[in-house]
């Protein structure tokens, strides 16, 4: 093989690594600060700073709305607190039904899914689920 033909091999390969590298260093970088962004808001006082920045309060409105906002963000946390519950209630409701279906060996292999699969803050594409109702015993 002849050297340029080898330098050029080498150098297309160190920059193909390099775009792989920066590609996964970037995209795990992002889902990270989502995720964080997403938690702080969830926790009310992310809520505050994000309306905050769209307000954008002259500075003898800041405090008046800073109170506001705070009083409103306890709902958003309180919202979002429901809404795990009734998530959790639900995967445990249908957790109980597979159960009476489903093989030992089946249902730990799906216990095992639901448990390791990935989970991606925001809401998910397409339209919400349907409302969730208790089971009757």
Partial sequence: MKKTTRTTLMLSSVLILGIIIGFVGASS????????????????????????KMIDPL???????????LRHSLWV???SEE???????SIDSLDAELA?????????????????????????????PPPF???HP
């Avoid at 970088?29 to 995720?35: E, I, T």
């Avoid at 809404?83 to 209630?89: M, P, S």
């Fill in 29 to 52: 970088w992002l889902h990270y600060n989502q995720k964080k962004r997403f938690t702080h808001f969830r926790k009310g006082e992310g809520f505050v700073v994000e309306m905050e």
């Fill in 59 to 69: 500075p003898e409105q800041r405090d008046e709305i800073h109170e506001i906002l």
């Fill in 77 to 79: 946390k309180q919202f």
């Fill in 83 to 89: 809404q795990r519950a009734i998530l959790q209630r």
């Fill in 100 to 128: 009476h279906v489903l093989t030992p060996e089946q249902m730990r292999r799906f216990q095992e899914k639901v448990k390791n699969q990935p989970r991606r803050p925001g809401p998910p594409p397409g339209p919400p």
């Fill in 133 to 135: 109702e208790e089971p």
